[in-house]
């Protein structure tokens, strides 16, 4: 069994900032990227931030300058620290990983169950 487990969300006003974190446990053999999701009331999930495992990195347009992904890969773990926050940032935030579950599988995409960001005065 594999879980993602996100931690971080919360309230915060505009411009304020929030560091997201996500933690992949269970039956690892080896991550090769990871990377936050955002899926907004009546809007369609889309890709925040990626990494690549070695650590090329891909962002939205919308948080590009205000958002950095990382990660610790000795751990696991994938963060999102978003910063100059603003009221359309408001989602619930998921966390994505590629990863296997043995050395013979190959990589499959595993979700975290999200955390809510809301950014409102």
């Known amino acids: 069994q594999v879980q993602l487990l996100e931690s971080g969300g919360g309230l915060v006003q505009p411009g304020g900032s929030l560091r997201l974190s996500c933690v992949a446990s269970?039956?690892?053999?080896?991550?090769?990227?990871m990377g936050w999701y955002r899926q907004a009331p009546g809007k369609q999930r889309e890709l925040v931030a990626h990494i690549l495992n070695g650590g090329p990195t891909n962002y939205a347009e919308s948080v590009k300058g205000r958002f950095t992904i990382s990660t610790d890969t000795a751990k696991n773990t994938v963060y999102l620290q978003m910063n100059s926050l603003k009221p359309e940032d408001t989602a619930v935030y998921y966390c994505?990983?590629?990863?296997?579950?043995?050395?013979?599988?190959?990589?499959?995409?595993?979700w975290g169950q999200g955390t809510q960001v809301t950014v409102s005065s």
């Open positions: 994505n990983a590629g990863l296997r579950t043995s050395t013979f599988d190959r990589f499959d995409a595993y």
């Open positions: 269970g039956r690892i053999f080896g991550i090769n990227g």
